[in-house]
């Protein structure tokens, strides 16, 4: 019934501010290592360096992207808390949650599945399209990103930025979604929670920080490259296995 809640329920609400600052720092630094974002800066920074031959712009290019992302983001999560908060109020939540969590599920099994499936595999036949069916940036975006890039000026820096962090929500918004809607549910002050949206933001664009001061201080952009092909299949599997146990955690609550 609306009006009882399970123990784990019970346990949440009452500790919210206790048990939220773990789950939020594991959500936050998962969903920081998604391919996207990664992806696309390295993809920008490379283009300044090896095409551009703008060696000198790396940093302010590099800082100017992160800074956009964060604050797009912060953004996102402000307008999905604003709609979760209306919803769970609702006579609905427990449909509500029954229909996320399933979400949750299914973007959790197909990022395990993409552990074991590289971006190349597929075919035409039915397993072969389950396969190659993957949460990314839409394919048909991808050149018009790419037109922006060679543009390499600060103005396209912050437009690539937002358009990359709304187009990546199928590699990033299940797990922020599900630590929205855990902080909906949480018996948290706004300033509390709004602290936790500035913290895990933070998280979120730590790993673009590290591979920005990885290529400024000199490391050069093909092992960067290389580290990113090498570990993007455990990224998938990390953000894969999350979302498994927020569906559980949505379904039950």
């Known amino acids: 019934m609306d009006g009882q809640c399970t123990d784990i329920s019970c346990y949440l609400q009452s500790h919210g501010g206790f048990v939220s600052f773990p789950l939020v720092t594991l959500a936050g630094l998962i969903d920081g290592i998604n391919p996207c974002a990664i992806g696309m800066l390295v993809l920008l920074l490379g283009y300044l360096l090896v095409f551009a031959q703008k060696p000198e712009r790396v940093l302010k290019t590099g800082i100017l992207y992160i800074g956009a992302v964060y604050f797009t983001y912060l953004a996102l999560g402000y307008c999905l808390f604003a709609s979760l908060k209306t919803l769970n109020l609702s006579s609905y939540k427990v449909v509500f949650n029954q229909v996320l969590g399933s979400l949750f599920l299914l973007a959790g099994l197909i990022n395990i599945k993409d552990f074991w499936f590289s971006q190349e595999s597929g075919g035409k036949d039915f397993w072969g399209r389950i396969k190659s069916f993957h949460l990314e940036i839409p ?47 949480s018996k948290i002050s706004f300033l509390g929670t709004l602290a936790y949206f500035l913290y895990y933001n933070l998280l979120f664009v730590l790993p673009l920080i590290a591979i920005l001061l990885l290529i400024w201080g000199g490391k050069k952009m093909i092992e960067v490259k290389e580290w990113e092909h ?9 953000i894969g296995i999350l979302l498994v146990l927020m569906a559980g955690w949505t379904i039950l609550w």
């Open 230 to 238: 090498k570990y993007k299949k455990w990224m998938k599997l990390s």
């Open 139 to 185: 394919k048909k975006a991808r050149p018009s990103l790419l037109k922006i890039v060679e543009r390499v000026s600060y103005p396209t820096t912050i437009i690539l930025a937002v358009l990359v962090t709304l187009l990546e929500a199928p590699c990033s918004l299940p797990i922020y979604l599900g630590t929205v809607n855990f902080l909906c549910q």
